[in-house]
């Protein structure tokens, strides 16, 4: 069993900062891709950042240039920091990962998802 735990959502103005972590845990084996996916109220589940285990990053238009995803591959950690935050970056963000076990080879596992809300 893998568990994906997210924290770091909240409530922040416009053009501030929040920083999303998600933490694996369970019988790991390695991870190869971790990323962030959101979802806005009525709209469907959209790729945010991703980045492999050598740290090759992508990002979604809308975030590039303020949003970084980062990885300590030691910790099974991947972070999203966020800045100049917009009212249309409100959703719930999900962390997600491609995790090997000694059973299966990349199996996709969902955290169960953290609000960032950005009003002021």
């Known amino acids: 069993q893998v568990q994906l735990v997210e924290s770091g959502g909240g409530l922040v103005q416009p053009g501030g900062s929040l920083r999303l972590s998600c933490a694996a845990s369970?019988?790991?084996?390695?991870?190869?891709?971790m990323g962030w996916y959101r979802q806005a109220p009525g709209k469907e589940r959209e790729l945010v950042a991703g980045i492999t285990s050598g740290g090759t990053t992508n990002y979604a238009d809308s975030v590039k240039g303020r949003f970084t995803i980062s990885r300590e591959n030691a910790k099974n950690t991947v972070y999203l920091q966020m800045n100049s935050l917009k009212p249309e970056d409100t959703a719930v963000y999900y962390c997600?990962?491609?995790?090997?076990?000694?059973?299966?080879?990349?199996?996709?596992?969902w955290g169960q998802g953290t609000l960032v809300t950005v009003s002021s």
């Open positions: 997600n990962a491609l995790v090997t076990t000694v059973i299966v080879r990349d199996l996709g596992v």
């Open positions: 369970g019988n790991i084996f390695s991870i190869n891709v």
